[in-house]
């Protein structure tokens, strides 16, 4: 079981930069991976990025496509999202989740992660 805990979040301006981090303790497998999860206000839970523990492969949604980047570190104990360009809509409480196995065709499924953090805010002023 891998048990992931969030922090990084706070406020910002629109056009800024804040980083996540996600450590994520216990056994992990190669094919498996970590993501993150976004939830607006009044609005489902959604994909954001996500990144496979062995080849360190990313993967991520539209609506963060060259703004966002995910990394992780070569002990593969945290995963980072660097988050650029920031926009009030992005304003949402951001979570990790971890799964077993990774798979591109349901990356973005938060069905298929099994063990999740608390959450963190992120607050985009405009």
């Known amino acids: 079981q891998v048990q992931p805990v969030e922090s990084g979040g706070g406020l910002v301006q629109a056009g800024g930069s804040l980083r996540l981090a996600c450590v994520a303790s216990?056994?992990?497998?190669?094919?498996?991976?970590l993501g993150w999860f976004r939830q607006r206000p009044g609005r489902e839970r959604e994909f954001v990025a996500a990144?496979?523990?062995?080849?360190?492969?990313?993967y991520y949604s539209d609506s963060v496509k060259g703004r966002f980047t995910i990394s992780k570190d070569n002990a593969s104990t945290t995963v980072y999202l660097q988050m650029d360009s920031l926009k009030p809509e992005d304003t949402a409480v951001y979570y990790c989740?971890?799964?077993?196995?990774?798979?591109?065709?349901?990356?973005?499924?938060?069905?298929?992660?099994?063990?999740w953090g608390q959450g963190t805010q992120v607050t985009v002023s405009s």
């Open positions: 216990g056994r992990r497998f190669n094919a498996g991976g």
């Open positions: 990144i496979t523990w062995g080849q360190g492969t990313p």
């Open positions: 989740a971890s799964r077993l196995l990774m798979h591109s065709a349901t990356v973005g499924d938060l069905r298929t992660y099994r063990d």
